[in-house]
């Protein structure tokens, strides 16, 4: 067993700070209950921060204090380990894209796994299950920009906000996935961005 928890204390170490870590990265080392032991105890002795139920975070600490992960990088942590998947929706969205400064309090994700909220201190993490239709667009930035402005309504499709999007997705480095997705999208998004708007590329 010491020898079992060594390994594991010897793989993060080695790893660096900054980095997170669930119970299955260790299945090659031992079994679950052996390393939820290790991680447990070394959160116990201030090694690793335990960021949710079987998320682990070893910290990078500086003058400052401990730095810890963006919200979307440990929900897409949890999406990782769950073998799911995450899109930013409502007002998270719209502050990622720059389509809001409004920075929310929950940071809100769609994901076709369990649906589940994280606290952070005084913010939280939400994962809201979805459905699979959400999931179907190919491109990194097109569903994001779909629930963007789902977000903000069909009455509120400004032409300056239809510019910005416009240049959201200009920067898509896959600009025949944006095509793809233009053509599933609802139907009122579909005719807010145009075929020119969706697929422009820089």
């Not at 390393?35 to 116990?44: K, P």
């Not at 949890?78 to 400064?101: C, F, H, M, Q, Y």
Request: charged share 25%.
């Amino acid at each position: 067993m010491d020898s079992l928890s060594k390994n594991i204390r010897d793989r993060i170490v080695s790893g660096g700070t900054d980095k997170m870590y669930t119970v299955g990265d260790f299945a090659d080392l031992c079994n679950d209950s052996v390393v939820t032991r290790t991680l447990s105890r070394m959160t116990g002795e201030g090694i690793l921060i335990r960021l949710s139920q079987g998320l682990y975070l070893y910290p990078e600490k500086t003058r400052y204090g401990v730095k810890m992960p963006t919200a979307y990088e440990i929900a897409a942590a949890i999406a990782k380990r769950d073998n799911s998947k995450i899109i930013p929706s409502g007002l998270t969205v719209l502050n990622e894209l720059g389509l809001s400064t409004q920075i929310p309090m929950k940071m809100t994700y769609l994901t076709d796994g369990t649906a589940r909220t994280i606290k952070l201190g005084r913010r939280s993490i939400v994962l809201k299950h979805s459905v699979p239709r959400t999931f179907a667009y190919k491109s990194d930035t097109f569903p994001k920009v779909v629930l963007a402005m789902k977000e903000i309504g069909q009455s509120g499709m400004t032409e300056e906000i239809l510019n910005s999007i416009q240049t959201i997705l200009s920067k898509d480095k896959n600009p025949e996935l944006v095509r793809e997705d233009y053509n599933i999208a609802p139907q009122w998004i579909r005719k807010c961005l145009t075929p020119s708007q969706a697929t422009t590329t820089k």
